[in-house]
């Protein structure tokens, strides 16, 4: 166990239809990072949250949201799904220094059809 | 922009072989360098870090040096075994980030043979 909890674990949903994946940091950690694992694209950055505020945007759809709230847990909205948004959710969680690596969750795997 | 590049795999070995994985990455400034190891359907573990140049980060037998004149960052094990058996991902600090997003490579499937 890492330490950072992601719900759910799977995730079979509609095209069109909306989903919120939620992550719990682990303990003291004051950063969220979600990222995106597909075949094709690889591990793609998609947002980072620090104690609340978002600090860094990378390949996040506008269809895509996110927030942290003032328990620290995020959560990640995926809206008007797509087959192509089929893939792997990570949530991974740091300290305030960037060097000493992330630690990830076990991630939520989406299946839209 | 900064990106990393990984050999592609899959790798096979045999048990207790040598492992090489080689991994070089672009980057402007000086960004910490990282390897994660992903199990079967499990999320992503840290391995080893290096944050300058020559560092030498280790775990598990598991060893990586930060080569800023060839900027390489290989990851080398002396003898695999059949637990090594996963998915490895290279990875660097983005400095543009406020607080260091991670970019990372495609990542090298291992399969170690008993």
């Known amino acids: 166990d890492s330490g950072v909890t992601q719900t759910p674990k799977h995730l079979i949903t509609a095209t069109g239809q909306r989903v919120t994946l939620r992550c719990s940091p682990r303990s003291g950690d004051l950063s969220v990072y979600w990222y995106q694992q597909s075949l094709d694209q690889g591990l793609q950055f998609l947002i980072q949250y620090y104690n609340g505020e978002e600090r860094a945007k990378g390949n996040i759809l506008e269809r895509f949201s996110a927030q942290q709230f003032p328990d620290l847990h995020s959560e990640l909205n995926l809206s008007s799904l797509e087959l192509g948004d089929s893939a792997l959710y990570f949530c991974?969680?740091?300290?305030?220094?960037?060097?000493?690596?992330?630690?990830f969750g076990s991630g939520t795997r989406l299946t839209v059809v | 922009g900064d990106s990393v590049t990984q050999m592609e795999g899959p790798v096979t070995l045999s048990e207790e072989a040598f492992l090489t994985i080689n991994c070089t990455y672009t980057a402007t400034g000086y960004p910490s360098l990282f390897w994660y190891v992903q199990y079967p359907g499990e999320g992503l573990q840290l391995l080893l870090k290096a944050t300058k140049a020559d560092d030498k980060g280790s775990n598990k037998g598991f060893e990586a040096t930060y080569r800023k004149e060839t900027t390489s960052f290989h990851l080398e094990k002396g003898s695999v075994q059949v637990s090594d058996s996963a998915v490895y991902f290279c990875a660097l600090s983005d400095q543009r980030g406020s607080q260091g997003n991670l970019i990372f490579g495609k990542g090298t499937k291992l399969s170690v043979k008993p």
């Open positions: 991974a969680s740091s300290e305030r220094d960037r060097n000493y690596g992330y630690t």
